[in-house]
């Protein structure tokens, strides 16, 4: 696959990336997990995205690491909460949550550490800002940067102190494409398309009432448009790793074949220009905020 800078890190990572919630799931066993992690060294991904919430994903990652100190994978995790005797959302949550992550990682040093979707008011206080450019300072983290949507979004990329951001790009969430992503772009900054296959709404026949899906379903209707090949999937993935400024896109799988099927996707190139202008008018005509 492609291989391609995030930002001014130093750091390459190649245009599909594993997100690694669902490999931390209860009903995801460690040799499952093993399984698509093995998966996507043999396809040659280049980067996983895991959180502190993500269940055993760190774990299961740390462990998996442990045994392929050559995988040659930049590893992007997320802190800011769920530490011992910190309130979630300040400079020692943050902290801990390096630290933690280091641990269970086995990791010297983190790639990239992100702050876990808090608000604008958490941002503008400044503590977990702080928190994340002193682990920086002390080696403890190579790259730092912030995972979210909308204002807050905005925030991180025109504060100056972050190198990454990670927000959802998607045939049905373009708000972060229009909005962050050229300035995000214009100052070095990575970025990291989450949610690039929009939660596959197309499964659904019938509206998903509380799903992940049931939104990204919603405004595919409204869109009232269908891939020219007729391959949701693809198209879905080639349109968020192609997008202007995506330095990777992320989709989140325990499934090797799934997998598989999407570093495929991307192997094919960029959609044609027709399909992504199309794409890009029918949400243009509604302009959703960014999902949450």
Request: with cysteine; hydrophobic share 50%; net charge negative.
């Amino acid at each position: 696959m492609e291989l391609r800078p995030l930002g001014a890190t130093g750091l390459s990572v190649t245009a599909l990336g594993l997100g690694a919630g669902q490999i931390g799931e209860a009903w995801v066993s460690d040799a499952e997990a093993f399984a698509v992690l093995d998966a996507a060294a043999s396809f040659g991904v280049g980067l996983i995205d895991t959180a502190r919430g993500y269940g055993a994903s760190e774990e299961r990652i740390g462990r998996w690491l442990s045994e392929r100190r050559d995988a040659g994978v930049v590893v992007v995790t997320k802190v800011g909460y769920d530490v011992e005797a910190a309130q979630d959302w300040t400079f020692d949550a943050v902290a801990g949550g390096i630290e933690r992550a280091l641990r269970v990682l086995r990791a010297d040093v983190l790639d990239v550490a992100l702050v876990h979707s808090c608000s604008l008011e958490v941002l503008r206080r400044g503590e977990v800002v702080e928190a994340l450019l002193a682990a920086r300072a002390a080696g403890r983290v190579r790259a730092v940067g912030y995972s979210g949507e909308n204002e807050a979004l905005v925030w991180a990329v025109a504060s100056g102190s972050f190198e990454v951001v990670e927000t959802s790009v998607n045939l049905a969430d373009q708000w972060s494409l229009v909005n962050v992503l050229p300035a995000a772009a214009a100052a070095g900054i990575g970025v990291i398309a989450k949610r690039p296959l929009a939660n596959a709404p197309w499964r659904f026949a019938e509206r998903p009432v509380g799903s992940y899906s049931e939104t990204y379903w919603e405004r595919l209707r409204a869109m009232a448009l269908a891939p020219d090949d007729g391959d949701w999937a693809s198209t879905a993935a080639r349109f968020a790793a192609y997008a202007p400024g995506v330095s990777a896109a992320i989709v989140g799988s325990a499934s090797a074949d799934h997998l598989r099927d999407a570093v495929a996707a991307v192997e094919r190139g960029p959609l044609p220009e027709a399909e992504v202008a199309r794409w890009h008018d029918a949400w243009a005509r509604h302009s959703w905020p960014g999902d949450l």
